[in-house]
């Protein structure tokens, strides 16, 4: 299974972001090229594992519990925007980033240790994809530009979830991928077990 460690906003930040989007989609020449990303799959990813064994799954999720609870919940807030090239457009994080990358590098340290294999290590740049380029590379600096002013409300960041990723398989152009919650773990010392499934 496609697994990922990862950051939910809450769901007034992803309608906050949602109506920026909005006017982001207004822009000239804005559906020309691109796939943009379903507000309801919006996330930070922490640490991305790929195709994961299902045998590994529980060796996993204790690791990611201890990365979660000895990371104190933190405040955070969607800020700005930037692009991967002409990839992806993607929105900022700001507030406590520090403890962001902290638990991204907690969430990866967890996979290392239950034996998922990563093909590649890459410096954390914490982002929430907003947009991808469909075929050829996309100019994202009008988009980067109207993010500018974007600042969202804050947040506390009170849980680290493993995310299963099922990528479309119909072959329908636009189709995104499905997110699923497998465990969501509280930030901090009270831990009392995870949770399993959404929400």
């Not at 239950?114 to 914490?126: M, N, Q």
């Not at 119909?170 to 009392?192: I, K, T």
């Amino acid at each position: 299974m496609r697994l990922f460690a990862a950051v939910l906003p809450p769901q007034d930040v992803t309608d906050e972001l949602g109506g920026a989007v909005d006017a982001l989609r207004g822009l000239p020449g804005a559906g020309r090229g691109l796939r943009w990303t379903s507000r309801d799959g919006w996330h930070f990813t922490l640490a991305f594992y790929g195709e994961v064994d299902e045998g590994l799954v529980p060796e996993l999720s204790v690791r990611l519990e201890r990365a979660a609870r000895r990371t104190d919940a933190f405040p955070l807030s969607l800020r700005g925007g930037g692009r991967f090239g002409g990839r992806a457009l993607w929105a900022g994080a700001a507030g406590d980033v520090r403890a962001l990358r902290l638990l991204a590098d907690r969430a990866e340290a967890a996979g290392r240790r239950a034996g998922v294999t990563r093909e590649e290590h890459r410096a954390y740049r914490p982002h929430l994809t907003l947009a991808r380029s469909s075929r050829e590379p996309a100019d994202f600096a009008p988009y980067v530009s109207a993010l500018d002013g974007f600042e969202g409300r804050e947040w506390t960041v009170g849980g680290l979830c493993l995310m299963r990723s099922r990528l479309p398989v119909s072959g329908v152009p636009g189709e995104q991928p499905r997110y699923e919650v497998l465990a969501r773990w509280p930030l901090g010392r009270a831990f009392d077990g995870p949770r399993v499934g959404g929400g």
